[in-house]
C-alpha cells in the first residue's frame, strides 16, 4: 500500500548535457513549471486565533487551535484532523485552508492529535473524539452553535475524519478523554486523499506506517485493522460524507465501496477528482481554493450559517 506520509515535492528536472555541449541548458518554459504555490498560515482579519488544551498526556499534550470571529453571534464549526502518516504533526500546513473556510462563515478548528510515535491507535481517534467534545463544552466562548459541527482531514487525517464521522454516536469509541458530558458527533464530515479500508489495503503488505500506528501487522492486528476501518461502521443514521481527491495521487481503497453502501443507505456522498492535483492538494494553490470552495458549499448545506446579532 502507499504510505498515507505526506509531502511536498517539487522536482526540478535538469537536463544532462554531453561532453561537447558547452551551451546552457535551456531554461524551462513557465507553462511546464510546477503548478502549485505553497500557503502560509496568517490569522485573517476579524478573527481571533485561540488555544484551547484538550488533555495532557506525559507524551503530549492535546491541543485545539480555533479561529474565532470578532463579530458578535453563533457560528457553524468545521473541525480540521491533519495529515502526516500518523507519525507527523502537520497542522500548520492545514492552517491556511482552515482560515479560508473561517471567512466563509464558519468558526473552524485544527486539533493536535497524539501521533503513532507518542501512543498508538486508537489515541488518535479518542483525541478527536475529546476535540469534539471540547468544542462543546467551549461553544460559548468560541460563539459556536453546538448542534452543527462537521469535521474534515487529508491523508492519515481523512482517515480518522472518516472513522470519527462513522463511529458518531458509537461510545464504545470514545475513550478516556475529558469532557464526557459533551457529545462529539458530526453532522457532516468531508474525507481528503485516505483510505477507507485498512484491511483490504494491507493485505500482504506490510506498511511500516500502518504498523507503527496500531503496533502491528495486518496478520498480527486483524480485528484492530478492521475496527479503524471507516467502512467497517457504515450504517443507517452516520452523516452525510463526501470525498475529494487528487487527480495525480494513487487510488484509495475502500472509497468507492464506502461511497456504495452510504448510497444504498440514503445518506448523501460524492467524490470530486481535482485536476492535476498531488496528494497534499490542500495544502497549496490551486487547489486549496478549489478545495475551500467544495468544503463551503457542503458545510452549509449540512450546518447552515452564522446567527449574527
Known amino acids: 500500500m502507499k504510505s498515507f506520509i505526506l509531502g511536498l515535492v517539487a522536482i526540478s528536472l535538469v537536463p544532462l548535457l554531453s561532453a561537447a555541449d558547452t551551451k546552457p541548458a535551456a531554461q524551462k518554459p513557465a507553462s511546464e513549471s510546477p503548478k502549485w504555490k505553497k500557503l ?19 507524551e503530549h499534550t492535546v491541543e485545539l487551535y ?14 480540521d484532523i491533519h495529515g502526516g502518516g500518523w507519525q507527523k504533526r502537520q497542522v500548520e500546513a492545514d492552517k491556511p485552508m482552515m482560515e479560508r473556510l473561517a471567512q466563509r462563515g464558519f468558526v473552524t478548528a485544527l486539533v493536535s492529535y497524539r501521533l503513532s510515535t ?32 462537521g469535521c474534515m482531514g487529508g491523508s492519515a487525517g481523512g482517515h480518522l475524519s472518516g472513522l470519527t464521522a462513522m463511529t458518531s454516536g458509537l461510545p464504545e469509541f470514545e ?24 484491511v483490504a489495503s494491507n493485505v ?26 471507516p467502512i467497517t461502521h457504515v450504517r443507517s443514521g452516520v452523516p452525510p460524507t463526501i470525498f475529494i481527491e487528487g487527480e495525480k495521487d494513487t487510488l484509495k481503497i475502500g472509497r ?15 467524490v470530486t477528482t481535482l485536476k492535476d492535483a498531488p496528494h497534499p492538494f490542500w495544502m497549496s494553490d490551486p487547489w486549496c481554493a478549489e478545495t475551500v470552495d467544495i468544503a463551503a458549499i457542503f458545510f452549509k448545506k ?5 446567527i449574527l446579532k
Request: overall charge negative.
Open 40 to 58: 502560509n498560515p496568517q490569522t485573517p482579519t476579524g478573527f481571533t486565533l485561540k488555544t484551547l488544551e484538550v488533555a495532557k498526556y506525559p
Open 66 to 79: 480555533v479561529y474565532v470571529p470578532e463579530a458578535e453571534g453563533t457560528w457553524p464549526c468545521i473541525l
Open 118 to 149: 507518542e501512543a498508538k491507535y486508537p489515541a488518535a481517534l479518542h483525541d478527536c473524539k475529546a476535540a469534539l467534545r471540547c468544542l462543546r463544552a467551549h461553544a460559548k466562548e468560541l460563539k459556536i452553535d453546538p448542534e452543527r459541527i
Open 175 to 198: 475513550g478516556a478523554g475529558p469532557f464526557k458530558d459533551q457529545s462529539s458527533t458530526v453532522k457532516a464530515a468531508i474525507v481528503m486523499a485516505a483510505t477507507q479500508d485498512l
Open 204 to 229: 500482504g503488505k506490510k506498511n511500516e506506517g500502518a504498523v507503527l500506528f496500531f503496533g502491528g501487522s495486518l496478520e498480527e492486528k486483524t480485528e484492530v485493522y478492521k475496527a479503524a476501518s
Open 256 to 270: 468507492a465501496e464506502m461511497m456504495d453502501e452510504l448510497q444504498a443507505l440514503g445518506i448523501e456522498t460524492s
Open 302 to 306: 449540512h450546518l447552515g450559517e452564522p
